[in-house]
């Protein structure tokens, strides 16, 4: 079967296709609001349906809050034809704030901007036009060639923008239907434009989030001021202490799990087309406030952190208040790399701020949030090699294996619950808006998507 | 005349003085609620009626916001008798949260707790309850003796809870009606339960508020973790950096105007009743966190303090958001001693900041906050020391001169707008819950409340 008529059928059934996904991306599958419940059920049967139409059996399987989709395609009978088990999601982001959206979210259409034609509206990117580059790209071959070139299994989940509560214990009660010989995830992005990118490593996750108690009740500042034990100022203390001034995290044995990455992928990434100063002023941001002798990238993907997302107390409203507030609250995330433990750095961070109470000051912490370790793919597969090269040939660049500054526990999940390995290929680009008000996909995104997907089954197969 | 059969008087008198407090106390004289502006107009009437009782001439005088009560009694033909000007205040403090009332914060009423008769009501101690004991004390000598033995003006403010607006305008208009020898204020309170107090000197104020600037927008911890400046952490820094180890507030030339208060008045607040453990205990604190080297009364009396009042930014709701938010907020305020200017204590305090900006981030300052500089009274003028005989007399305790950490603007104007300088002389406990639910004034602070001024009125005589 060759590869070559596959890919012209792409290229001639794109405007089909184009018009199929907008069948999708109109179905308002907003995951974590309940008043959507419905249409999140609406697209999985869309999903199923559409499956069906490239022959796939899939099934819409209930959970305690949205649908999975499993559908089977090719022989099981063969050993050695390659079993692959591909992963999307179809549901979405909320479209708050949807005043700042220029036509409403869930009319998609396409655009010609500056001679780039961008398909817009929510899930666009985010992940329905990802996830469909890879059901076309089946479609393509089935078309071409009346059969797969791979045995493939497909896994579409309707709660990734909501926490996937129903997906470990999912994956867990269909094991043995969900086991393949490697997991594909189309839900990332390029590392710059025209540059194709497997993302090789993944920063793992711990929240945490503390109360600090001083006085046992407001007090007033002129009574109470310069006797009576700040929280807010001991906070920040506090807070101050978890970096030193070169920006590394200061907490003890932070970094003994860490792993260097290596010259060969540091090597690889100076040139993988990363671009620093664009990515520092899409922020804003003059110069790196990271960790000395680090690259921005490397500061990005493989060094770990310790961020504060929250921090207050006190009096907010307008004005003054003359206040000595009974407590200040702190919400931390830290970025996993290497072998870094979640529970193990919990118990440290703790430990650096218990050790650090002055003043009959107590602390509480909170113990609902959760933490995975760092993800990193396993690049030695055969596959890996075989989806650069398609990947390469695609996009007439070298494809490059990038890292990835946030979490994806999918990927996680896979190796721990079905002891699968998982690679991530996406096409996303970096001005996409996922999860912001007016997400587009550039219809190059998905031509393209469609056309390395097609090239990946062949070199898989 | 003597001041014998006046103090006989009051005592006769109390049941219907405290009949004629629970008048006042009856009318909901919140001025900081408009919806309340025809009750504190009420409550000018009912004090305009009981001066004339005891013929005392008076005029509620309009503003743009609540009216001011003048009234004036005596001779003024006679050079040799003193010239008094009295201000009290007849607004009071919202009643929220009223559920935690445990009665009508308006319908006042005299309660036997453990022996102890107490007014319970909003306004009893602030400052109804306190402003009563001197028209009361004057009604005795008039009964007594037909005339008072100095000469008055009355003045009784209706916004001093709500920021007293129109009070610097309408001395400045009022300035030749209102000019005396010395001006009396009851608003403050006693030291410890029956040590008869004046206060010499109250800590002034400053206020600032800054904005700290970081990422254009807020950015996503994954992404952007690592390389981006988290304003959160540089806020938490510079206010670390406002304190060293030693309480000391680090800022540069912060104590330059500081004036050490010598050695005579420490040792009179070393004996002056105030209990250090009780304070701190109040309060739930086990250590002071103040300056090392100073008493818990110096710290809070005669020494500046920088405190934050309100610092807040990122995300503060349930769980968790991965966020670097682009800015993060610091609410100030100083108190302050001596000479200590606040325009002076602005500049230093704000480039003490302005120093410790890092990597790109900048800071906007509020610039609608005022600030005022410390009040210390002119305690070498005769009648301080008359007051004090007189007040030690009727609690049959030395009565002592203590300073107060909280700031009373009124009397620093006294001094800056009408060039006259003000003695404080208070009743209130400790305990009185003011501006809190649940107020109360104890009889016995209203009765030797009413009996001390009688005295200091034959003292300044």
């Known amino acids: 079967m060759t590869i070559e008529p596959v890919l012209k059928q792409i290229d ?40 069906a139409s490239l022959g796939v059996t899939a099934t819409k399987h209930a959970t305690p809050m949205h649908p999975m989709v499993v559908g089977h395609v090719g022989d099981d009978s063969d050993a050695s034809v390659p079993h692959l088990l591909f992963y999307g999601h179809y549901d979405v982001q909320p479209v708050d704030p949807i005043e700042l959206w220029d036509h409403d979210p869930f009319k998609p259409f396409i655009e010609d901007r500056d001679g780039k034609k961008v398909i817009r509206g929510r899930g666009t990117s985010d992940d329905k036009g990802q996830l469909m580059t890879f059901i076309e790209a089946c479609r393509a071959w089935k078309t071409v060639h009346g059969t797969l070139p791979c045995r493939i299994t497909f896994l579409f989940e309707g709660e990734e923008e909501t926490g996937s ?22 839900d990332t992005g390029m590392v710059a434009p025209g540059v194709p990118s497997i993302a090789s490593q993944l920063r793992g996750m711990l929240k945490d989030e503390f109360t600090l108690y001083g006085p046992k009740m407001d007090l007033h500042s002129g009574h109470y001021g310069g006797p009576a034990v700040n929280p807010l100022k001991e906070i920040s203390r506090i807070v101050a202490s978890f970096h030193d001034d070169d920006g590394r995290v200061a907490v003890e044995g932070f970094y003994d799990d860490v ?8 090597s690889q990434w100076e040139t993988c087309g990363f671009d620093e100063a664009e990515y520092m002023e899409n922020a804003g941001l ?7 002798d680090y690259s ?20 907010q409203g307008a004005g003054s208040k003359t206040v000595i507030p009974a407590e200040a609250h702190c919400k931390i995330t830290c970025r996993l790399v290497g072998d870094m433990d979640p529970d193990d750095i919990r118990v440290k961070l703790r430990k650096h701020v218990e050790d650090r109470l002055r003043f009959g000051t107590t ?26 090269q398609a990947l390469s040939d695609e996009w007439d660049r070298e494809a490059v294996f990038v890292g990835m500054g946030g979490s994806i526990p999918i990927a996680g999940l896979f190796k721990t619950v079905l002891d699968m390995d998982a690679m991530l290929i996406g096409f996303a680009a970096e001005d996409d808006r996922i999860h912001s008000p007016n997400e587009k996909y550039d219809v190059e995104s998905f031509h393209k998507g469609i056309r390395s997907w097609a090239r990946v089954l062949a070199a898989l197969s």
Chains 1, 2 share one sequence.
Not at 46 to 51: A, T
């Open 296 to 315: 921005i990238l490397e500061q990005q993907w493989s060094r770990p952190t310790l961020e504060v997302n929250g921090l207050w107390g006190g009096y």
């Open 259 to 266: 792993i260097d990455i290596g010259d060969n992928l540091k």
């Open 165 to 186: 509560p129903s997906l470990v214990p999912f994956m867990e009660k269909h094991a043995d239907e969900l086991k393949a010989d490697i997991a594909l995830i189309c």
């Open 286 to 292: 003059t110069e790196s406030a990271g960790e000395k």
């Open 363 to 388: 602390v509480s912490w909170d113990n609902d949030l959760e933490g995975a370790p760092a993800s990193v793919m396993n690049t030695d597969r055969a596959e890996f090699e075989q989806a650069r």
């Open 12 to 51: 001639l059934d794109l405007d089909a296709a184009l018009e199929r996904l907008m069948g999708l991306l109109k179905i308002q599958s907003v995951s974590t609001d309940p008043a959507y419940k419905d249409e999140v059920s609406k697209a999985a049967d869309w999903l199923v349906d559409d499956l």
